[in-house]
Structures are given as structure tokens and as C-alpha cells.
Nanobody, 120 residues
Framework: QVQLVESGGGLVQPGGSLRLSCAASGSIFSINAMGWYRQAPGKQRELVAHITSGGSTNYADSVKGRFTISRDNAKNTVYLQMNSLKPEDTAVYYC??????????????WGQGTQVTVSS
């Protein structure tokens, strides 16, 4: 079994920072791309940031320049550093990973979600 476990969410004031972590564990052969998504109340889940196994990144326009995605392949962990947070960043944040269970078998996994609330 493979699990993605997120941590680091919470309540922060506008302009503040948070760092989210997502660790993958279980029977992992290797991990391809990893990413962070978010879903605000009444809205669809949207991509926030994405990082390939080689370290190439892309970001939603709304977070460019404020958020940074990174990964530690030795720890099977992806991070999201969020700076200059705005109330509109309030959402449940989910991590996502394309995980090889064997050389020929790949599956998409999701974390359980962590709440980020930006409010004064």
C-alpha cells in the first residue's frame, strides 16, 4: 500500500507564510511527477504547482512569484513554500504523485488534504 501524508496547514494572517509537506510511503518503486492542488469551498480543484522527477516546475498564474514547490527524492517528499499569502489562497490543499509500483505499473495517488486558512 502507498500513502501520501500531508502536514503544515493552518491559520495564517494575510502576508504570512506556511510550508506544506507531503511524504509518500509504502511499496514505492520510484516517483515520477508530484504536485499540489487546492479546492476552495464551492470551487473546482485546481492545480497550484507541479514538479517533475527531474525538478522542472510550473505554477498557476495566481501563485507565481509567491509559492515554491520542491522535492526531496531521498525522502519521497514534496514541499510547497507559500509566502505573501492572501485570503483567496484559503482552501484545502492536496498533494498528488505519479508513483511507479513496479517498472511497468504506475498509479496516481492523492493525499488526504490539509486546510490552509488565510485570515486576519
Amino acid at each position: 500500500q502507498v500513502q501520501l501524508v500531508e502536514s503544515g496547514g493552518g491559520l495564517v494572517q494575510p502576508g504570512g507564510s506556511l510550508r506544506l509537506s507531503c511524504a509518500a510511503s509504502g511499496s514505492i518503486f520510484s516517483i515520477n511527477a508530484m504536485g499540489w492542488y487546492r479546492q476552495a469551498p464551492g470551487k473546482q480543484r485546481e492545480l497550484v504547482a507541479h514538479i517533475t522527477s527531474g525538478g522542472s516546475t510550473n505554477y498557476a498564474d495566481s501563485v507565481k512569484g509567491r509559492f515554491t514547490i520542491s522535492r526531496d527524492n531521498a525522502k519521497n517528499t514534496v514541499y510547497l513554500q507559500m509566502n505573501s499569502l492572501k485570503p483567496e489562497d484559503t482552501a484545502v490543499y492536496y498533494c498528488n504523485a505519479d508513483i511507479f509500483l513496479s517498472y511497468y505499473s504506475i498509479k496516481v495517488y492523492w493525499g488526504q488534504g490539509t486546510q490552509v486558512t488565510v485570515s486576519s
